[in-house]
């Protein structure tokens, strides 16, 4: 089993920045596909981004393509998510994900992913 500890969430106002990241442990980051979702009050857990085990797939919620940027760092054995631009939407509790494999065609489900961690917030202002 892999532990996940998100880090980078808070409070900001729109049109901010905010970089998240991932640091698993117990299998590196290199191991699986690594995803991030995020669950806002009263909704489902959505897909945000995804990225394949070598970093050469990388998959976004259309409404995000050009303000999210997923990236890992195998040396580090991280996985970031950059977010510019941030609007009220975008408020959430944001979850990082980990598979055993590699990307595969459902990577936008939650059922794809073996781990999860405890999620870190984020919050928008106007």
């Known amino acids: 089993q892999v532990q996940l500890a998100e880090f980078g969430g808070g409070a900001v106002q729109a049109g901010s920045s905010l970089r998240l990241s991932c640091v698993p442990s117990?299998?590196?980051?290199?191991?699986?596909?690594m995803a991030w979702f995020r669950q806002a009050p009263g909704k489902d857990r959505e897909f945000v981004a995804a990225i394949g085990r070598r970093s050469d797939s990388t998959y976004y919620e259309d409404s995000l393509k050009g303000r999210f940027t997923i990236s890992r760092d195998d040396g580090k054995n991280t996985v970031n998510l950059q977010m510019d631009s941030l609007t009220p939407e975008d408020t959430a509790v944001y979850y990082c994900?980990?598979?055993?494999?590699?990307?595969?065609?459902?990577?936008?489900?939650?059922?794809?992913?073996?781990?999860w961690g405890q999620g870190t917030q984020v919050t928008v202002s106007s």
């Open positions: 117990g299998r590196t980051a290199s191991s699986g596909a």
């Open positions: 994900a980990s598979s055993s494999r590699d990307i595969s065609s459902w990577y936008w489900s939650t059922a794809d992913y073996d781990d």
